[in-house]
Each structure stands twice: as structure tokens, then as C-alpha cells.
């Protein structure tokens, strides 16, 4: 199955339910690891442009690459009021993009989809020596109650989920022998809170989420909004969450 088309119609519901990256993990960013306003970052499967944004605020030149129309579009219309924001219909395996020409990759929220071995030799060819790869999730607390009944339920009715993050563990086999075993793994708390609504679509725009007209999708539905009953206060609920990053040099 041709994965990039698994956000196919969802893009909208996306970026209005899905979190943007932990501000102090932004931060570190340009106080420890050397971005500033004159990088050139490839936000390698920028969706619709959450991660890229933040990276735009602070200056940085962007260059989202997304194999996705539907992402690709939504991003484009996002943040198409930025002078430094370029946008290309490439891929993890092939972006497009000139030998030498970035400072920084990084992907949030994608690497799982990547092949990652074509990954490794598309990030060498176009990264400048000794720049930096950034693979970024923000990514579950597996120790909270709502989020192990999100994954029972996920489970129960998904035939395609394979665990938050698209299945990645913690210092995954994948991303050891991207770095060659040779990377720093960095964490920040990034709680997450959702009214109703909010809290509804980020289950559907799930990867692997049942779509309207699937088997058992009102079943579903009902299970996921007794989840927000169970455990909201005041039409909110908290969803503990950490944005992880694993760095290094190719």
C-alpha cells in the first residue's frame, strides 16, 4: 500500500487537531544545536507544516517536502504569507532538492513511514558536512489511564494501528541503524489538552484511525467519546505527551 496516501481527505482535520512541539525543545534548537535565522532546514514529510511553523517563527528558511497533496496544499495555504517558506512535492526517498543544500533535516511525526535506508542516503546527499538530523515525535506517556484506553480502543477496532507513533519504540532498531548507533536523545514535557471536538478529530486523523462508512465506526466514535466523559474536568482533557528527539550526523 502506497503509505502517503493514508492522510488522503483529512488534511483540515489535521492541522486543526494535531499539537505543534514543546517551545523549550524549539528553543534548545538555536541555543544548543546552532539554528538561527540564516539556516536552511528540509522538514522531511512536513504534513501540513505543524513542526515547519515553529522552525518559520524564529527565521529559519524552510523547506517543507511532502509527498502528500492534500498536506502539502494545506501547509502551502498556511504558510504561504512566509518569505522564507519554500514548498516541494518530494519524498523521504527523494526530495528534490540540490546535493549540499540544507543545514538541518529534520521529520516530525514521519520517520516510521520512511524507507529508511533510502532515507539515510537521500539525508547524506543533501545536508551540508556535518549538519544535523532531527528525527521528532511528540509521543504518548504509555503510563497514563487515557492513554492506555485510547490504546485499547485503537486496538480493539484498527486493524492498522501498531501503537502511538506508528508502532516506534523508544531507541527503535530503525533509528539505531539510521544513526549507526551513534545519536543523542533528547525529551521534553508536552502535555496535551482537548476540548470535545478536538479531542474526537485527533483520533480520526490517526494514520490508522476507521473513516466514516468503515465497520464499526459508530461503535467506535461512542467508545472514544465515553473516553473524553471518563476523563474530562471542566469540557477538558489532558493527554500526557513528551516531544523526543533523537540527533545526530550522518
Request: charged share 25%; proline share 3%.
Amino acid at each position: 500500500m502506497d503509505t502517503t496516501k493514508k492522510f488522503n481527505g483529512i488534511a483540515n482535520e489535521y492541522t486543526q487537531s494535531r499539537p505543534s512541539y514543546a517551545t523549550e525543545f524549539i528553543e534548545i534548537l538555536f541555543d544548543k544545536y546552532g539554528f538561527s535565522a540564516s539556516s536552511f532546514v528540509a522538514d522531511i514529510g512536513s504534513g501540513t507544516g505543524k513542526f515547519a511553523k515553529q522552525l518559520l517563527d524564529k527565521g529559519c528558511n524552510v523547506v517543507c517536502v511532502e509527498p502528500n497533496a492534500d498536506m502539502r496544499l494545506v501547509a502551502e495555504k498556511e504558510l504561504c504569507e512566509y518569505p522564507n517558506f519554500k514548498s516541494v512535492a518530494g519524498s523521504a526517498e527523494n526530495t528534490m532538492l540540490p546535493d549540499s543544500f540544507v543545514d538541518f533535516i529534520t521529520t516530525a511525526q514521519a520517520f516510521h513511514w520512511f524507507d529508511t535506508k533510502s532515507f539515510k542516503t537521500e539525508c547524506s546527499r543533501i545536508i551540508k558536512p556535518g549538519g544535523k538530523v532531527f528525527l521528532i515525535w511528540n509521543t504518548r506517556n504509555n503510563e497514563a489511564l487515557i492513554n492506555q484506553e485510547l490504546h485499547r480502543v485503537y486496538s480493539e477496532y484498527c486493524p492498522d494501528f501498531k501503537g502511538f507513533s506508528g508502532g516506534t519504540k523508544p531507541h527503535d532498531d530503525r533509528i539505531k541503524d539510521f544513526f549507526d548507533n551513534d545519536y543523542e536523545y533528547i525529551t521534553f514535557d508536552n502535555p496535551l489538552f482537548f476540548d470535545r471536538e478536538k479531542f474526537i478529530n485527533r483520533s480520526l486523523t490517526g494514520s490508522y484511525s476507521l473513516k466514516k462508512g468503515d465497520c464499526n465506526f459508530e461503535l467506535y466514535i461512542k467508545e472514544i467519546e465515553k473516553i473524553f466523559d471518563e476523563f474530562e474536568i471542566d469540557g477538558v482533557v489532558k493527554i500526557e505527551n513528551q516531544t523526543v528527539a533523537y540527533v545526530g550526523t550522518l
